[in-house]
């Protein structure tokens, strides 16, 4: 029998999976999906199957009350996306897939986000690093599914397809994300909520950067399209992405991989992680925010890290724009970022305030010395959890892998204000004057 591209994908990657983490003697599942790019009125809903053309999608109330059956279509790479309109501010759902080939995924917990006038509460949760190898078993994506955030924000690492059996082609950056996707361990925390999600280095290969893309430009195409397949946004337009979740809190997700310069060139006004339309988009958007809380999500830290890949090699354009931040009064700002595989809290030029999250399950790496700027760190594999009231205050805590507390602070939105930058030197006055 000659299998199909899906069929052999299952194979390599789904059944690596399986025999992976958790469930080993059970045969992986032929379907899988998430819920996406959730706003107050509509859904993004991706699925993968391994043998089935067609498809549907139910979406029902928390009560099990049918709103919406859609049809799929599964392309020739096993994917299909269907945008949910219709749906009603700040509610819970349950989305469920089947295929024609008998194959079932769900039921996905979701919730809508909240209208941009109201200011009820929110729960989100973000981390990253998440690879398969039963090397890294843990019961974290238990306590998160139990934590039940409203959105989680996955800053990548999902899968590290430069790890084992290294992926160069399509398809085999396809079986990997695959092998990610239907891990068994994984299902508790992909049911019990809907993601935003944004690559970091491994989905292509470690610390990719401008010269990276300049050297293998085909793999990078083939990692990029399979992200995109897999992790699929609206429209055509970049990857960074904001959004609003009700009164309280706007969400920027930056893309700091595929505009940035080469890690090892000298620092510098060109030097670049965002590139100019970005830079400028984020800066731009924060100033304009009227949302009570401004969330930051960059994949790597601002600073106090291992290497030459994250923004402390990038500081004149961190700099620059956390001027401009404080220059403009932006309240209410926090910045989450991961990559570093500890948790940490930091403290930036003008008090700027930083969480360092991750990993959810990957191996914990060496610190370097602790800096004047790191108020905590954590050796431990670890989530984060933001929870916004309407006071206003925000809350940040750490959970490791049991669900146990590792940190705990509040803030008011003046509390996440920065402080205004010294003003220009005065001249100073000459004899007699």
Not at 161 to 173: K, N, S
Not at 247 to 265: I, Q, V
């Amino acid at each position: 029998m000659t299998l199909t591209r899906r069929q052999w994908l299952l194979a390599v990657g789904a059944a690596g999976a399986a025999t992976q983490l958790g469930g080993c003697g059970d045969p992986p599942p032929a379907v899988t999906a998430m819920v996406l790019e959730v706003e107050a009125t509509r859904a993004l809903v991706s699925a993968w199957a391994a043998d089935a053309d067609r498809g549907e999608l139910v979406v029902t109330t928390a009560a099990g009350a049918e709103v919406a059956a859609l049809a799929l279509a599964f392309d020739e790479h096993g994917h299909a996306h269907v945008d949910v309109d219709g749906l009603s501010p700040a509610t819970a759902y349950r989305a469920q897939v089947r295929t024609d080939a008998g194959a079932e995924h769900g039921p996905i917990a979701f919730v809508t986000a909240p209208a941009d006038d109201d200011p009820r509460p929110l729960r989100l949760a973000v981390s990253a690093d998440v690879d398969e190898s039963r090397d890294h078993r843990s019961p974290i994506f238990d306590a998160i599914a139990a934590a039940a955030p409203e959105l989680f924000v996955c800053l990548g690492d999902w899968p590290y397809a430069d790890h084992g059996d290294t992926a160069f082609t399509r398809d085999q950056y396809d079986a990997r994300h695959a092998r990610g996707h239907l891990t068994a361990l994984f299902q508790p925390w992909m049911r019990a909520s809907s993601f935003r999600a944004i690559y970091d280095d491994h989905e292509f290969a470690n610390d990719w950067d401008g010269a990276a893309r300049a050297l293998d430009p085909d793999r990078h195409a083939a990692a990029l399209a399979a992200w995109d397949a897999w992790f699929p946004h609206r429209g055509d337009g970049p990857r960074y992405r904001s959004w609003r979740w009700g009164l309280l809190c706007e969400c920027f997700l930056l893309d700091c991989r595929a505009y940035r310069s080469a890690n090892d060139a000298p620092d510098g006004p060109t030097k670049t992680m965002l590139g100019a339309e970005q830079r400028a988009w984020l800066v731009d958007g924060l100033r304009a925010s009227t949302a009570t809380f401004k969330l930051v999500f960059t994949s790597v830290p601002l600073d106090y890290g291992v290497g030459v890949d994250h923004w402390a090699t990038f500081a004149v354009e961190r700099d620059g724009i956390l001027d401009e931040l404080a220059a403009a009064g932006v309240a209410g700002l926090l910045f989450l970022s991961a990559d570093q595989h500890w948790f940490a809290a930091h403290r930036h030029r003008h008090g700027i305030r930083e969480f360092q999250v991750g990993p959810l399950a990957h191996y914990l790496l060496e610190q370097p010395p602790l800096p004047d700027g790191v108020l905590a760190r954590v050796s431990e594999l670890n989530f984060g959890m933001i929870e916004i009231t309407a006071e206003p205050r925000l809350r940040f805590r750490a959970f490791g892998a049991t669900g146990d507390q590792l940190y705990d602070e509040s803030f008011t939105p003046a509390e996440l204000t920065p402080a205004p930058p010294d003003p220009w030197p005065q001249p100073l006055p000459r004899d007699g004057v």
